[in-house]
């Protein structure tokens, strides 16, 4: 009589290599393939506002990504997002109209900016934490803005940059379908690059940072070399992302970058899910079509030109009603709540069957 051998009832690893993986299970690689075909095809059937808010949403997901990394995996706080999205911006409309510069020279210029602005006021974070720590990244907004409104005022730029569409490989970046590819595949680098970072030296040292500034130090773990790295790469990923934004919107201005653009960003980490680069991604989505979303459903009401006037009004009291629902109710965020749904489905059904007397 044969045996037949018993099947394994989950996904289990036999080796080190499938740790490294990047996706781990057949049904994730299926599913990766299948969303990524849906990414693809997406821009063929979608309107020029749906595109344009697929485009929002990669824009806020580099940004997201990078304050993900430096305050939910290296525990750093961070106020002057909106100012680093800001020195981005300026880089490029500053380049432009002065020397012409093309894209690919204003981008890591861009870069190099965030680098160094990271490096300038990244330095307190060796001797602040908490709160003095997040005042003292606050003054990094003020100092940008105040820099990029003095150029706009002495150049004679009152109303803004006007900034001409980039060209890449002989091809004007103009059409909202081209820039969904463009900026799709640099949302897909930021996310590459973020992930093969956390899975770095570098990202698990960040981690114990985190975690444990005197355990880490004890570990032989250079806290005060990897809390400025963490600024560094951070404010790099988002000027960049300032830079897309000003190519994007042909435009640079200081109204753009006030400090509820930072408040935004943070809301996008804390809504998503704190120390992960999913709940970036989740967070940016909602955040960046939650206004859109209550403009839709309050013109769905009953006399709905009456309340035209007060949908800016709205759009702030519902965010922040969303922040402190999240924070009271869901402190995982959205991520948590997926990773709920998925251990439900994983589990059902037998998650609450009882078990028999035989079986105890």
């Known amino acids: 009589m044969s045996r037949i051998p018993p099947r394994a009832s ?43 808010l697929a485009n929002q949403v990669f824009l806020a997901s580099v940004g997201a990504l990078s304050l993900m990394l430096l305050t939910g995996y290296a525990g750093q706080i961070s106020l002057g997002h909106a100012g680093l999205l800001a020195a981005g911006a300026f880089t490029v409309g500053i380049l432009f109209k002065e020397w012409n510069a093309p894209f690919w020279i204003t981008l890591p210029a861009a870069a190099v900016v965030g680098a160094l602005l990271g490096v300038v006021f990244g330095l307190p974070s060796l001797r602040l934490r908490g709160l003095y720590l997040a005042v003292s990244t606050l003054a990094l907004h003020f100092v940008v803005v105040y820099a990029g409104g003095e150029y706009e005022t002495k150049r004679g730029y009152s109303t803004g940059i006007v ?14 379908k081209i820039w969904y590819f463009v900026l799709l595949a640099f949302a897909a680098g930021a996310l590459f690059l973020c992930v093969n970072l956390l899975r770095s030296r570098t990202g698990r040292a960040w981690r114990a940072v985190h975690s444990h500034e005197t355990v880490a130090e004890a570990l032989g773990i250079g806290v005060a070399n990897h809390k400025l790295l963490a600024f560094v790469v951070s404010s790099a990923m ?34 998503g899910g704190m120390g992960s680069l999913l709940g970036a991604l989740l967070g940016a989505f909602f955040v960046t079509l939650l206004p859109y979303v209550i403009e839709a459903g309050m013109a769905m009401l009953p006399g709905a030109q009456r309340y035209a006037g007060v949908i800016f009004a709205v759009n702030y009291s519902a965010f922040g009603l969303v922040m402190i629902l999240f924070l009271v109710f869901e402190p995982l965020g959205l991520v948590g709540i997926w990773h709920r749904l998925q251990n439900y489905f994983q589990q059902w059904p037998f998650k609450n069957r009882p078990l028999s007397s035989g079986q105890r």
Not at 33 to 51: D, K, T
Not at 163 to 176: A, F, H, Q, R, T
Not at 257 to 268: G, R
């Open 163 to 176: 900034i001409d569409p980039p060209s890449l490989w002989g091809y004007e970046l103009v059409s909202p």
């Open 10 to 52: 989950g996904y289990f690893r036999t080796s080190y290599a499938q740790d490294f993986r990047l996706i781990e299970t057949r049904f994730r690689r299926v599913a990766a393939v299948l969303f990524v075909a849906m990414l693809l095809i997406f821009p063929y059937f979608a309107s020029g506002f749906h595109l344009d």
């Open 238 to 271: 988002t000027a960049v992302a300032g830079a897309l934004f000003g190519y994007y919107r042909g435009f640079v201005s200081v109204e753009a970058f006030s400090l509820f653009l930072t408040i935004q960003y943070v809301a996008m980490i804390i809504i």
